[in-house]
């Protein structure tokens, strides 16, 4: 039985770990070829071992933009086309008050998060009208689409993105390009450590801690995974979602809908017994 994008050719940025390592996983599993885009080097070469010739590595630092041309490049010269552009890297990011913040820090944040997704869809679409037809989907956060799940810059770096995923879902359709967005919640990967300046395997030792707080953070009672990110990837990837685009779809358990039910009835509870 055929995969749901068997023989479909993607890149994924930041493809070594967390969400990008599911994504990866689950593309090549349904039948795509993928250029692991990444800079953890030795992570990328086992990623590679363990997909197999499906898979190919490429160093790419997503803040600079020949990199991110070389990625595209080695997918059309390896694997003769571009089907799906996933622009994923990113970090978070530990950032202080409005006052405190730098131009170097504002930069650092905003090349990472909203550049890389700017010059990944830069050198993308050009492949994909030539071939004529092609996907690009961006992650977002659902600190783009509230306040209070991020630092100042880290959620107007993400709200651009979604804004951005809507400017050139419009600019390309006419081309059959797709463009759509994903906003994760509450998924414990590495991201969080991260942002606290912890290594990449110190940050990873901490995701079953994170798991079991992030449990009780939503409506759906249990945590998040990067899993699920990557299952709306899929779909969005595949021809299930071919009249879909300009869209940003919050992969987070309900947590953008507010305060838990069972809070607010216990709180009202405790209200009324005072």
Known sequence: MAGQIE????????AASGIGAATARLFVAEGAKVVLADIQDERGARMVEELGPSASYRHTDVTNEDDIEGAVGHAVEKFGRLDVMFNNAGRGHAEGLIEDLTPQMFREVTDLLLGSVVFGMKHAVPVMKRQGSGVIINTASIAGLGVGYGGSMYSASKAAVIHLTRVIANEVGESNIRVNAIAPGAIPTAIFGRAGGMTQEAAEALIPMLRAGFATAQ???????????????????????????????PVEGGLTTGKLFSQRVAEMQGAGGT
């Open 7 to 14: 023989g479909k050719v993607a890149v994924i940025t930041g």
């Open 219 to 249: 409506p759906i009672p249990r945590s998040g995974d990067a899993n699920d990110v990557a299952n709306a990837a899929l779909w969005l990837a595949s021809e299930a979602s071919s009249f879909v685009t300009g869209i940003c779809i």
